[in-house]
């Protein structure tokens, strides 16, 4: 669905300037959509099953449990990655600023840092809304019951969807609008469009996971009710 559109309306349509790496990118971008999509209906179909009785929905909870698993590994080799991240955003800085009191500064070592913050920021968005690592404010849910805080979390989760979504829309037009950008101060013209991409990646990540939660709450809702009676 997304491949065919971006392909219809930007690849197809791909100004005279633009590289095979542009081409690439929007592609990246085209399938990453699809394939976050698919998990999407799969958690969907998957959670409508959880809700129902029997082996079927047995089953499902099954599988369930089993996305969640993988889910958390591939949690973990984000936050492996965005410590490798971090810590070369931190040599790059440090050398450079031994570099600038002996000899000389790395060259664009401003541009390199912003970049790897970017991508750090990025790869952790949808990680911290999966582990639920985010800052809450629950002086009020602390009082309510457990099925209450489920139906906060629903609404709290259905803002976050519009709003990202949001966000998503208007970030995605910036992608292939900084094309033939170049990063401000670069010394080699480093071009701006690659970390408007890793920050289109991350946007579309933590929205699937928010999507992801809000499709999974209906049914631990549902399941609770059922255990209370």
Known sequence: ???????????????????????????????????????????????????????????ARAALQKLADRMRRIDHMILWVAGAVLAVMVLITFVSVIGRATYKPLPDDITAAEWALVLMVSLM????????????????????????????????????????????????????????????????ELPSWPPRLFFMVGLAWWLTRIAIQFVMLPVLIRLDARDQL
Do not use: K
């Open 1 to 59: 669905m997304f491949t065919f559109f971006i392909y219809r309306h930007l690849i197809a349509q791909a100004d005279s300037f633009w590289t095979v790496q542009h081409i690439l990118s929007l592609w990246l971008l085209a399938v990453l959509f699809d394939v976050l999509a698919l998990l999407l209906l799969y958690v969907a179909a998957r959670s409508l099953q959880a809700a129902g009785e029997g082996p079927g929905g047995e089953r």
């Open 125 to 188: 968005l949808g990680t911290l809304q999966g582990r639920e690592d985010h800052i809450e404010v629950t002086a009020l849910s602390d009082t309510l019951s457990y099925r209450w805080n489920l139906y906060l979390r629903v609404f709290g989760c259905l803002v976050g969807v519009v709003a990202v979504t949001r966000l998503c829309m208007v970030s995605f037009e910036e992608v292939p609008d900084s094309f033939l950008e170049i990063t401000y101060g670069s010394i080699y």
